[in-house]
C-alpha cells in the first residue's frame, strides 16, 4: 500500500499526470484513485471534443502557454497511437457590429500567441467559406480541430497500466493525511500511503484540497452545459467549428456549432448553475452542493451583477425555443424540429470569494500534496502539456 506517488482523480489531467511521470521517471510506483466505475467520467468524457488553438486567452497566460504547447503534444500523441482526429478549422463569427471590436481583440491575441495564417473575413468572404452561417465578418482558425477525448483517456490508462501503474475505480478518497513522513490517503475501504499526492479531482478538487489542510479563497461552482444536436438531413449545413464572439465577462464561449468526430454536428453548450456537482439533467439535485454554492459569497456577487445573464441562460435550458433562437443567430435556416435533445457536461469553474471568476489555470502546493484547483477548457487539450508540468514538479 506504499507508493512514490498517488493521483487523486482519472480524467485527462490526473491520466496525464501519471503518464508523464512515468516518462521523466521509469519505475515509479504510481497509483491513481479514481471514484467512478471507469476513466474521464465526468469533465474529460463530457466535452464537446475540441483541440483548441489557444486564440482566446491573454498571452503569457498559464491558458495560452499550456493550450500551444498541449495542442502540438496532442496531435503527436494521437499520430503515435493511431487515435482518430481532425483538423477541421474554426471560424469565430461576429452577427452585428458591436462585436467587431471584440473580434479584433481576439485575432490580435492570437497573433501575439504565436498563431500563423489566421485571417479576417468580411462578410463575403464568410459566406463563401461558410454558406449557410450568418455573419458580418469572422476569424479563420485552420489549427482547430475535434478528437474524443475518452479514446485519449483510454488510451493513457492503457499506456500507464503497461508501464506498471495502477489504476484502482470505484474508489472514493475521504480522508487526506498530510504528515511529515509523507501523505496518507484514505479510501471507503482502505489506506493508501504516498511520498507525494496530486490532487486532479476536478468538480471535487476544493473539497480534496481543503481534506489536505490547504487553506483556499476559492470554491468550485458547477456550471452544466447542453447540447442539442442537427438532425442527419441538416448536418451537411456546417463544414467546420463555428463559434459566436465570446462574453468578455465569461470564461464560456457560447452557444457554438460543432462537428464531432464521428460525424454529428453538436450545438451548444449553454451554461446554468448546476444544483449538484455531477448534476446532468436540471433535475439532478443535491442539497449541500446547491447550498454550498447559493451561499457562497463569491456567488452571491457575481449572481447580483450577471443575474440577466444568468436568466437568459436558464430560459435557453429550460425551453428549447429559446435554446433554438440562440442558434438561429448563426445559423439561421434551423427550426427547433431540426434539433434533437443530445448530452450535457458539468464544468467545475473556481470562484473567488470576491465573485471573480478563476480564468487561469490553478496549482497549489502544499508540502507533498499538489492540489489541482482549477483546470477548466482549453485543459482537455492541453492536458499533455499540463501533466508534463505537474510531472516536473513532483520530480523537483
Request: proline share 4%; net charge positive; aromatic share 8%.
Amino acid at each position: 500500500m506504499d507508493y512514490d506517488v498517488i493521483i487523486i482523480g482519472a480524467g485527462i489531467v490526473g491520466l496525464s499526470s501519471a503518464y508523464n511521470l512515468q516518462l521523466k521517471s521509469p519505475g515509479i510506483k504510481i497509483l491513481v484513485i479514481e471514484k467512478e466505475a471507469k476513466v474521464a467520467a465526468h469533465q474529460s468524457g463530457h466535452n464537446s471534443g475540441v483541440i483548441h488553438s489557444g486564440i482566446y486567452y491573454p498571452p503569457k497566460s498559464k491558458k495560452a502557454e499550456n493550450c500551444i504547447k498541449g495542442y502540438q503534444l496532442m496531435l503527436k500523441f494521437c499520430d503515435e497511437h493511431k487515435i482518430d482526429y481532425k483538423i477541421c478549422g474554426k471560424l469565430i463569427v461576429a452577427t452585428q457590429t458591436s462585436e467587431l471590436g471584440l473580434l479584433r481583440d481576439i485575432l490580435s491575441r492570437g497573433e501575439t500567441n504565436g498563431l500563423d495564417d489566421l485571417k479576417w473575413l468580411d462578410e463575403p468572404q464568410l459566406k463563401a467559406m461558410e454558406p449557410n452561417i450568418n455573419g458580418i465578418a469572422a476569424i479563420h482558425v485552420p489549427q482547430a480541430g475535434i478528437v474524443d477525448y475518452k479514446a485519449v483517456a483510454a488510451k493513457l490508462k492503457a499506456l500507464i497500466e503497461s508501464s506498471g501503474g495502477q489504476i484502482l475505480l470505484n474508489s472514493k478518497v475521504i480522508d487526506i493525511d498530510n504528515r511529515e513522513d509523507g501523505v496518507k490517503i484514505q479510501t471507503k475501504a482502505n489506506s493508501y500511503s504516498s511520498r507525494k499526492v496530486i490532487n486532479c479531482g476536478g468538480l471535487y478538487s476544493d473539497r480534496l484540497t481543503t481534506l489536505s489542510q490547504t487553506k483556499i479563497d476559492h470554491q468550485i461552482i458547477p456550471f452544466r452545459g447542453e447540447y442539442y444536436r442537427l438532425k442527419p438531413d441538416k448536418k451537411h449545413l456546417v463544414s467546420r467549428l463555428i463559434y459566436p464572439v465570446p462574453n468578455p465577462n465569461f470564461p464560456f464561449l457560447g452557444i457554438h456549432l460543432t462537428p464531432t468526430i464521428d460525424g454529428e454536428v453538436e450545438c451548444g453548450p449553454n451554461a446554468v448553475l448546476a444544483f449538484k456537482r455531477e448534476g446532468y439533467r436540471f433535475r439532478d439535485f443535491n442539497g449541500r452542493d446547491f447550498l454550498e454554492s447559493v451561499t457562497f459569497s463569491g456567488f452571491q456577487k457575481l449572481a447580483a451583477k450577471f443575474w440577466r445573464t444568468g436568466w437568459l441562460e436558464m430560459k435557453q435550458s429550460l425551453s428549447k425555443m429559446a435554446f433554438t433562437k440562440a442558434v438561429q443567430k448563426l445559423l439561421p435556416s434551423i427550426t427547433g424540429n431540426d434539433l434533437m435533445k443530445s448530452g450535457s457536461g458539468v464544468r467545475a469553474q473556481a470562484l473567488y470569494k470576491d465573485g471573480t471568476l478563476v480564468d487561469d489555470f490553478l496549482i497549489l502546493r502544499n508540502g507533498a500534496i499538489i492540489n489541482v484547483c482549477n483546470t477548466p477548457s482549453p485543459a482537455a487539450t492541453a492536458s499533455l502539456e499540463i501533466g508534463k508540468q505537474i510531472a516536473q514538479i513532483v520530480l523537483e
